[in-house]
């Protein structure tokens, strides 16, 4: 970002400090977080059945005649140009029908930036798409083979010998380190910030901690790999996708191909998890390509080695992480600063130095992150990007603090939380850690917790409890878009091209249109997952519910002076403004007056109407500048830890969560401990094992990046404060990341809490606790 951005932020930012609260979004609270009836309530999801019948169609389960399958060849170096590319053997094997290099290409836009400019945009990695001989990471395409089957495309591409110019390149995290650059801004705040003189605030306080945490690359492994089957029809572009940005991937095809948008549809109403990684890649592109030169469809399904060399993940980070306090306890200098992987080419920051400014409150500041630029493989969001990491740091050098002041790291935390946004100054729209900390305690029995590291044991194990916070911030993307259509029965469809990737949001937002148009559950559907509904913003940041709640309430106020004005005169409801009705029992009636009712069906029978629709926007999310606005968590795990073997054993897990309301606590309780579980693997087994004399990802199948299985993951217990957020939509603020972060603190915490040795270097293996 820019120092313009930084510019015009912060001038909104002073605009909105002086505008009544009353006049943006959230300025009344939502009527829903009062007067809910299925909000709230535990109901499965809709897509359930479908999935355990096998009926629901993913991205490379769609049958078409006369389908190709792709299969790709990578480069093996780092950086040079492609030399000679020998086909013939290829070319001639059984079944294939195509193969496609640089030579024979179509020319290509370059993919427009993922960015909150432009929200039909879906670019990870910013570069030409085999346009021309130039390798930028080992492990780009070089060759795309089309073929009658998989096998005889992957045998295909076996054959095809490639040779290189290698040129220099740059793949080491330590060299990178001397050139890294300072980017003018994080996301959107300000980088570097100072408050004060932390240095010396540090130097001069009674307690201090000063250490360095690093933690490592790491890939995306989703259930579903990252696939599309794709078709041309004449100058129509069909595109079934495995994305979490439906129409951000449908505008920038249309602009990479030279196409109108209207002639590009994606539809994708399933996706078999996403956490970052569905987004638009190279493959996506390759294989419309392909099938553009071929004229007939094509199916590409990465392997889980092709996932992890084309499809980016987290960025390895060093992080300083300084805390001052005074005999008290209470800091006196917070310093965050440290260094992540962010290639030119690539649009994610990474943005671990966020939690540093959120958490507590100190007198003095330094927060500072640079990029170190790469030849590598574009790093990307991986969920809870930056609090992911960042909070491994920060909640570790808290408890290492409060070890050091000999103070219980709950009542550390107590007297340091901040009760406005540390920075900025901005008031909370609603945030009760402590609270959190207070059932998460209780639940866990944090105080069986022994002070003293290693003192208790069972044999060869020793055992120890930690604890930790966790931070993720609320975010409502605009121009998010739902229609809702009642028909001449009283049912409601709402439509939008929104997102479902296991998270339940046909199922929630179903939940929320019932209660907003108070109809029963069972007269409402939901269509999302195709680009020819009204616009979908992307399912990231756990900003999907919230803006699809927006859109659904704005929807919502439009059909209601609509229906009044069809209902005429010879209607109880006659001479009602919109102000002066509700919704209820299946159609409107005034406030305070529930004879005065008339329902959906009756109104749009008497107008001779089939159907009524309105479409509604997530306006502008003014309440993000004004307010500061966050998920948090408390998460207390207890290990086990082997005198012999080093090995690390998770017994339980209980993580307390502030969130806002809870509207479905059986979609929540899943989507707290999925992201449990993600951290778990942050802290103990996931690692992308890179070779930097290369830049050769090494770890390319899930027999050498090791995520958590059943053996790893203890019970998880989960529970919420549920108190409602007023400035968000329905008073819900995102679940979908906050569980992973404070998860690798709560562990390493732990860890030091059995056997009094402190791991800074994730992942926790064993041996860096054997002596």
């Given amino acids: 970002m820019s120092k313009l951005q930084n510019a015009i932020v912060g001038g909104v930012r002073a605009v909105l400090g002086q505008v009544p609260a009353g006049w943006l979004p959230g300025g009344r609270p939502d009527p829903l977080i009062e007067k809910r009836v299925t909000l709230g309530t535990q109901q499965p999801r809709l897509d359930g059945p479908e999935k355990v ?39 001639a094997a059984p079944g294939v029908r195509l193969v496609m290099t640089h030579h024979n290409a179509p020319k290509m836009a370059v993919p427009p930036a993922i960015g909150i400019s432009n929200l039909k945009a879906a670019g990870n990695n910013i570069l030409p798409v085999m346009q021309d001989a130039t390798i930028h990471w080992n492990g780009q395409v070089v060759a795309v083979v089309l073929a009658d089957t998989q096998e005889e495309a992957d045998h295909a591409a076996s054959l095809i010998a490639v040779t290189y110019q290698r040129a220099s390149a740059r793949t080491r995290f330590e060299d990178g380190k001397a050139g890294a650059r300072t980017p003018p801004s994080i996301l959107i705040e300000k980088n570097p910030v100072t ?20 933690t490592p ?24 996708d495995a994305t979490q940005m439906i129409h951000a991937t449908a505008g920038s095809l249309a602009k ?162 901040a009760h406005r946004a540390p920075i900025s100054g901005a008031p909370h729209s609603q945030s009760d850690l402590m609270q959190a900390y207070a059932m998460g305690a209780e639940r866990f029995g944090w105080d069986r917790r022994s ?63 019932a209660d907003r148009l108070g109809l029963p559950l069972e007269n409402v559907t939901v269509e999302i997952g195709d680009s020819s509904l009204p616009f979908g913003s992307m399912a990231g940041g756990s900003s999907q519910t919230a803006s699809l709640g927006a859109a659904i309430t704005a929807a919502s106020a439009k059909l209601i002076p609509e229906l009044i004005r069809l209902a005429g005169n010879d209607t109880p409801l006659a001479g009602l403004r919109a102000g002066e009705v509700e919704t209820a029992h299946g159609g409107l009636r005034k406030i305070g007056d529930p004879s005065r009712h008339e329902s959906y069906a009756s109104i749009l029978k008497r107008a001779g109407r089939k159907s009524v629709s309105a479409t509604g926007q997530s306006g502008p999310p003014l309440e993000m500048l004004k307010f ?67 830049g050769r990802i090494m770890s390319g199948s899930l027999a050498d990046y090791h995520v958590p299985v059943h053996l790893d993951v203890p019970e998880i217990d989960v529970l919420w404060t549920d108190i409602p957020d007023p400035r968000a939509p329905m008073g819900a603020r995102g679940i979908g990341e906050i569980g992973v972060a404070g998860v690798a603190a709560a562990v390493a915490n732990a860890v030091f809490n059995a056997t009094g040795k402190r791991v800074r270097d994730l992942p926790i293996t064993l041996d860096k606790l054997l002596p």
């Fill in 53 to 91: 019948r096998g009926a629901a169609r993913f991205a490379a389960e769609i049958p078409l005649d006369g389908l190709l399958f792709a299969a790709f060849v990578h480069s093996t170096i780092a950086k040079g140009t492609i030399g000679r590319l020998d086909m013939a053997a290829a070319e």
């Fill in 195 to 214: 408050i004060g003189d932390a240095e010396a605030a540090l130097a001069g306080a009674a307690h201090q901690v000063d250490a360095v945490y690093r």
């Fill in 217 to 240: 690359w790491q890939n995306h492994n989703p259930i579903e790999p990252n696939a599309a089957t794709v078709q041309w029809n004449g100058d129509r572009l069909l595109v079934h």
């Fill in 256 to 417: 990479i191909f030279g196409l109108k948008e209207d002639q590009v549809r994606v539809l994708s109403p399933f996706v078999g998890g996403g956490f970052g990684s569905k987004g638009l890649w190279d493959h996506q592109i390759l294989a419309i390509a392909a099938a553009r030169l071929a004229g007939r469809p094509v199916r590409i399904v990465l392997s889980r080695k092709s996932i992890h060399r084309l499809i980016g993940g987290r960025s390895a980070t060093e992080q300083r992480f300084a805390l001052g306090a005074d005999g008290d306890g209470r800091l006196k200098a917070l310093i965050h600063t440290g260094y992540s992987v962010k290639p030119l080419h690539s649009v994610c920051d990474e943005q671990f130095s966020m939690t540093g400014r959120t958490l507590y409150a100190a007198e003095t500041f330094k927060i500072e992150q640079r990029h170190i630029d790469l030849d590598l493989l574009a790093n990307s969001f991986m969920r809870a990007p930056g609090e992911a990491v960042g909070t491994f740091a920060l909640e570790s050098a808290m408890d290492e603090l409060a070890h050091a002041i000999g103070l219980d790291p709950i009542e550390l935390r107590r007297r340091n939380v």
């Fill in 451 to 513: 002070a003293e590291p290693a003192m208790k044991r069972d044999g060869e194990w020793l055992i120890g409890m930690g604890c930790a916070s966790g931070t993720f911030p609320y975010a409502r993307m605009p121009g998010m878009a739902a229609r809702i259509t009642i028909d001449e029965s009283g049912h409601a469809t709402v439509a939008s091209a929104a997102h479902e990737m296991g998270m339940g949001t046909t199922t929630v937002q179903r939940q929320h249109a």
């Fill in 628 to 694: 500061a606005m966050h998920s948090t968590s408390a998460i207390f795990c207890e290990v086990k830890v082997s005198q012999v073997t080093g090995e690390v054993r998770v017994s339980r897990i209980v993580g307390a969560f502030d969130c806002g309301r809870i509207l479905n606590p059986q979609t929540a309780a899943s989507q707290f401990r999925g992201g449990i579980i993600m951290g778990l693997g942050l802290a103990l087994t996931e690692e992308t094992l890179l070779d930097e004399r290369t």
